[in-house]
């Protein structure tokens, strides 16, 4: 391993595009990391949104890239994870967004990842579909189960119905569809938004109803299908919190939202901002998500990640990757990049 050499895809500034494709040494672990040999690499808006408009990331050169999944070929010092190991399979949330440390980014061939944003996950599930996991799912955990946030009971074995109603908005979103999962196997009953395409597939996922967001008609029907004690905005633009204030009439409730939201809201809708690298905080719930919820649900079936958009352009290939998806959105799908070398 001494002389092997690691690849990556360097952003050399602010707004600077493209990125430089260049090799540097292998990263040197420090405490808590563990060596990732990267076999794939899921894409979020946050990544085009960080390299076009400039905003987070101030140290340069940086490695942007927040999903990916491979093997463990080395565990760093002073590891609070025993549960880790060489060899092991396993995707990482990584913590690069707070750190803002190029060796923990996901755009290269080997990532030193906090132990705390990875989870093991089962040989039935592929190396390109777990990298699109971590981040949209810590998203959706800290808007439903964080106590400043809806606060609502995690999934477990004693589940049962709640009898209570949440309505996530925009649920053929990455997020959206971790969250319509995660709020009904809490007992929730959920009713949704999408287009008509996403029908079968997000009642598959735990979703009592889809109502399409482009009908002129979607506030009035949704109310019908209320009242709601909660509420997730998984698009939080082009008017969509205003929608579901609306909506929450005449009670109100809290919701979660994935943008700061400049919609006025009546007083009695809270809407917070939710940030998935809040949830790399350590806690229990951050435990609870990485080390057992996520290799758990998906060895039983119960999560189902992401259907992917697989692209084989490698490091080379991920600013045009980025691009497309800058340009062009996805509809139900995450973009993948596999093989990533
Ligand atoms: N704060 C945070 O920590 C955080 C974390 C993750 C994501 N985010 C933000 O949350 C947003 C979603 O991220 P993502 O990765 O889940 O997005 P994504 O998968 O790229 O979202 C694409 C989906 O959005 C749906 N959509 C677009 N406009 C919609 C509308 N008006 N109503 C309902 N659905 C709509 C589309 O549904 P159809 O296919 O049905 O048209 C499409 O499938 C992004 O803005 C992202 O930057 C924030």
């Known amino acids: 391993m001494s002389n092997q050499q690691n690849k990556g895809a360097y952003l050399t500034g602010a707004k600077v595009r493209p990125f430089e494709v260049s090799t540097h040494p292998l990263p040197q672990l420090k405490d808590n990391e563990v060596l990732i040999k990267n076999e794939a690499v899921a894409l ?4 085009w949104k960080v390299q076009r408009s400039g905003y987070i990331v101030n140290k340069f050169p940086n490695v942007l890239g927040y999903d990916l999944a491979g093997t463990i070929i080395e565990i760093g010092p ?27 980014g996901a755009y290269q061939q080997f990532v030193a990842a906090l132990s705390i944003g990875v989870s093991k996950i089962p040989d039935e599930t592929s190396f390109e579909s777990a990298s699109t996991i971590g981040l949209a799912i810590s998203t959706a955990v ?20 709640l009898g209570q109603t949440i309505l996530i908005w925009g649920g053929a979103s990455s997020v959206g569809s971790y969250a319509i999962q995660l709020a009904s196997q809490s007992g929730l009953k959920v009713v949704t ?3 008509k395409k996403h029908n079968e597939y997000l009642t ?23 009242p ?19 909506i929450l009439q005449p009670k109100g409730a809290k919701v979660a939202v994935t943008l700061d939201v400049s919609d006025e809201l009546p007083e009695n809708v809270k809407a917070s901002r939710v940030g998935a690298a809040y949830v790399l905080d350590g806690g229990e719930i951050n435990n609870w998500l990485f080390k057992e919820y996520i290799p758990n649900a998906l060895k039983n079936g119960k999560l189902i990640p992401n259907v ?10 991920i600013q045009a990757a980025l691009d497309s998806f800058a340009d062009k959105g996805v509809s139900g799908k995450k973009i993948v990049l596999r093989p990533f070398e």
């Open 44 to 47: 979020n808006p946050v990544d």
């Open 78 to 104: 002073n590891q609070s994870r025993n549960d880790l190991k060489v060899g092991d399979r396993v995707l990482a949330f990584t913590t690069q967004l707070v750190t803002q440390d190029p060796r923990q």
């Open 142 to 161: 800290h808007g439903l189960y964080y106590s400043n946030y809806l606060n609502i009971p995690r999934p477990s074995a004693d589940s049962k119905p």
């Open 193 to 195: 938004t999408a287009s």
């Open 204 to 226: 598959s996922l735990g979703a009592s109803a889809v109502l399409d967001y482009s009908s002129p008609t979607v506030v009035e029907d949704l109310k019908k299908l209320g």
């Open 228 to 246: 709601y004690e909660y509420a997730f905005d998984a698009i939080a633009e082009h008017g969509t919190t205003k929608k579901i204030a609306e």
């Open 308 to 317: 992917v958009q697989l692209e084989s352009g490698g490091i080379e290939g």
